[in-house]
């Protein structure tokens, strides 16, 4: 099975004028989205914001739980804490992700708006279940990728990631609709929900 | 499509000694849930909890996004959160849906532990797949149920719902696993990943 990684991007996302921001670090994303992360199986979950103290801030909460009266509290929020790092920016991310498996990550994005991609962009759509095919390596990969090729998925916060992160990103997975027109997800929500969709035994 | 009701339970759960307490309402599950359920067509959303108190905040919540300043900020999460019914407990919600449709609801569990049912226990597990059938009419309804059976899903809270309200339901879904022996996923992510499988259009 493909290495899978996710990200979650707070920087740079669209606030809800459409101007390009930092967005604040959630407490209960990191726990919730850590948690969904080990129990599907994902190999590390990228915190990345430029904001110096904000990395401070998660990593003292980790530190409470992996050590502190946290861990004798409950000590299974530790166990899905050991798959977060943190990083400044995606770049970081891709590097760390590099040193690891010798070859940089092939991006995947998500977003609760369909991504135009103009004729000529280097992003692709891709569905659930062809991602979930590649990732199991039931299908051929693609162009100057491997079958042990390390996946990273992308999160945004705010109002979700800019077109220009979108466009760096190899594939782009569609929103997640429902029955009724209402698409407004919390990521959390939305980030359990996919890697369900990607990874659940069948 | 059968309607389909969620009811969040605070009282009575297990906390993690095993003993049967009254949880705390975390203003995040209300927001989450909401959104979840209104993504994926549920007909309405019971926050249940016996303290006042609770019920009198959560109350304040739902105003603040429906008629203050917060409508004005993000008009998404009123419309969710007109889906939140307030009750103080499980047989209140069983009354108002009983109101709403002539008939009691078919209530299901939902556990990160397998239901141990005895030879003679009136719970009966059933698959995401299957429950998704029924909810479409695409199978025949049981005995004492009919077509338009309004069906209520169960969540707990704290360290789960107890064996008595296991016990009282008709059908039970098993836990969600992925890959790894991890299962501790949030109420939040858990709720999203159910409705996912149960409503996510094919």
Redesign the interface.
């Known amino acids: 099975?493909g290495s899978l990684y996710v990200a979650l991007i707070h920087y740079p996302v669209y606030d809800?004028n459409h101007d390009v921001v930092t967005s604040a670090v959630t407490n209960?994303d990191v726990?919730?989205i850590a948690?969904?992360c080990?129990?599907?199986?994902v190999a590390g979950f990228y915190v990345v914001t430029p904001v110096d103290a904000l990395r401070a801030l998660v990593r003292r909460i980790m530190h409470h739980w992996a050590d502190g009266d946290g861990h004798d509290?409950?000590p299974?929020?530790s166990?899905?804490l050991a798959l977060v790092h943190l990083e400044a920016s995606l770049e970081g991310v891709e590097i760390d992700i590099e040193a690891r498996h010798g070859r940089l990550p092939l991006l995947v994005s998500t977003s609760a708006r369909s991504h135009q991609t103009g004729a000529d962009a280097a992003t692709v759509p891709i569905t659930y279940d062809d991602l979930r095919a590649r990732l199991d390596g039931a299908t051929g990969a693609g162009d100057g990728e491997s079958a042990d090729q390390p996946w990273l998925l992308l999160l945004g916060t705010g109002w979700g990631l800019t077109e220009e992160v979108l466009d760096r990103c190899r594939y782009a997975l569609g929103p997640?609709?429902?029955?009724?027109a209402?698409?407004?997800?919390?990521v959390?929500?939305?980030?359990?929900?996919i890697?369900?969709?990607l990874?659940?035994?069948r």
Not at 38 to 41: A, V
Not at 188 to 193: L, Q, Y
């Open positions: 099975m809800k209960i726990h919730d948690r969904s080990c129990t599907y199986g509290y409950n299974t929020r166990e899905a997640l609709r429902g029955p009724s209402y698409n407004h997800l919390s959390r929500a939305a980030a359990a929900i890697l369900d969709r990874r659940c035994p």
